[in-house]
């Protein structure tokens, strides 16, 4: 197959690799019905792998949570990730690791213990989750009705696909006028929102919720940032009357960084733009992401070998 075929992305799944539009999973699977699926996104960057390591990590504990334990090794996972992008050629992508249940063999109890579970795997065009645009004017956040699903129900750090939760609050957001929802738990205590986790600024102390959300890799690279910049962080719970009357706030997420907002529930901060903490925050992480902090480069030549 022609390289160029993948040029929109290239795919893995259960053992054969093929442009991203082929890739689908069977309707009968598990995973689809009862989004019995866990899943991992780490980015490329101009060329590297951002905390490769890391995102591995996070995806062999989501499995052992799931209790999955597909053919591939560690090595092979590896290998998959980079000639997914390789093959792709994209210099910045977004790259989605997932592990599916499959279905039940015929005779074979309706029971997840019974069914294999395979690895899918892709590359795709770079996604900003605030576009520069929104990046640049800061994101409009909401606190919606819609409680995050609790920790004791479905383990929110073993990243998952139960997203009736956060898309039943992004609705709330649309008719709120907002960009983005974030969801409290039932203790009125802020969790994460769609695809970020969140970070709330007052007097000059930088905190982000204990529980009820992922163990973000964009969070952890935040963490490590205060404490390079000498910034006072506390790992807390955070009730949402905190977050509305907060100085800044700003989401994060492997597609898009840090990514400031400049409103909460209709209230401006900052007089309406990103604030100045969070933007020093922002702005040494892309620095040191130019630096190659935590960086794997691709290897690209792996998409010749096999093609
Ligand atoms: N919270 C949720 C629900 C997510 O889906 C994500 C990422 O997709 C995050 C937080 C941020 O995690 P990370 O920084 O590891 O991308």
């Given at each position: 197959?022609?390289?160029?075929?993948?040029?929109?992305?290239?795919?893995?799944?259960?053992?054969?690799?093929?442009?991203?539009?082929?890739?689908?999973?069977?309707?009968?699977?598990?995973?689809?019905?009862?989004?019995?699926?866990?899943?991992?996104?780490?980015?490329?960057?101009?060329?590297?792998?951002?905390?490769?390591?890391?995102?591995?990590?996070?995806?062999?504990?989501?499995?052992?949570?799931?209790?999955?334990?597909?053919?591939?090794?560690?090595?092979?996972?590896?290998?998959?990730?980079?000639?997914?992008?390789?093959?792709s050629g994209l210099?910045?992508?977004?790259v989605s690791m997932?592990?599916?249940?499959?279905?039940?063999?015929?005779?074979?109890?309706?029971?997840?213990?019974?069914?294999?579970?395979?690895?899918?795997?892709?590359?795709?065009?770079?996604?900003?989750?605030?576009?520069?645009?929104?990046?640049?004017?800061?994101?409009?956040?909401?606190?919606?009705?819609?409680?995050?699903?609790?920790?004791?129900?479905?383990?929110?750090?073993?990243?998952?696909?139960?997203?009736?939760?956060?898309?039943?609050?992004?609705?709330?957001?649309?008719?709120?006028?907002?960009?983005?929802?974030i969801l409290p738990?039932?203790?009125?205590?802020?969790?994460?929102?769609?695809?970020?986790?969140?970070?709330?600024?007052?007097?000059?102390?930088?905190?982000?919720?204990?529980?009820?959300?992922?163990?973000?890799?964009?969070?952890?690279?935040?963490?490590?940032?205060?404490?390079?910049?000498?910034?006072?962080?506390?790992?807390?719970?955070?009730?949402?009357?905190?977050?509305?009357?907060?100085?800044?706030?700003?989401?994060?997420?492997?597609?898009?960084?840090?990514?400031?907002?400049?409103?909460?529930?209709?209230?401006?901060?900052?007089?309406?733009?990103?604030?100045?903490?969070?933007?020093?925050?922002?702005?040494?992480?892309?620095?040191?992401?130019?630096?190659?902090?935590?960086?794997?480069?691709?290897?690209?030549?792996?998409?010749?070998?096999?093609?």
């Amino acid at each position: 197959m022609p390289l160029d075929a993948y040029a929109a992305g290239a795919a893995y799944v259960d053992g054969r690799y093929m442009p991203v539009a082929e890739a689908a999973i069977p309707v009968t699977h598990f995973g689809w019905r009862r989004s019995d699926v866990t899943y991992d996104v780490v980015g490329v960057w101009e060329g590297s792998f951002f905390r490769l390591d890391d995102h591995l990590t996070r995806f062999a504990a989501s499995r052992a949570k799931l209790r999955m334990t597909p053919d591939e090794s560690e090595a092979d996972l590896r290998a998959i990730l980079n000639r997914v992008v390789a093959l792709s050629g994209l210099r910045s992508a977004y790259v989605s690791m997932e592990c599916v249940r499959g279905a039940p063999a015929p005779g074979q109890p309706r029971h997840p213990a019974f069914v294999r579970p395979y690895v899918v795997a892709f590359a795709i065009p770079w996604i900003w989750l605030a576009p520069p645009e929104m990046m640049a004017r800061g994101m409009h956040l909401m606190t919606s009705q819609t409680l995050r699903i609790p920790p004791e129900s479905v383990e929110p750090r073993a990243k998952n696909f139960h997203w009736g939760d956060m898309t039943r609050a992004q609705f709330e957001a649309l008719e709120a006028e907002a960009d983005y929802a974030i969801l409290p738990d039932r203790e009125g205590n802020v969790t994460e929102g769609p695809g970020f986790n969140v970070f709330s600024i007052t007097g000059g102390v930088v905190s982000t919720p204990i529980r009820g959300g992922l163990d973000g890799i964009t969070r952890q690279s935040v963490m490590e940032l205060c404490e390079e910049l000498g910034l006072p962080l506390e790992v807390r719970a955070i009730p949402v009357a905190e977050l509305q009357a907060a100085d800044e706030i700003f989401a994060c997420t492997t597609a898009g960084g840090i990514m400031p907002a400049s409103r909460i529930d209709g209230r401006r901060m900052n007089n309406d733009r990103p604030g100045p903490i969070s933007m020093r925050l922002h702005d040494r992480f892309w620095e040191k992401r130019a630096e190659g902090w935590r960086a794997t480069p691709v290897d690209y030549a792996a998409a010749t070998e096999m093609a």
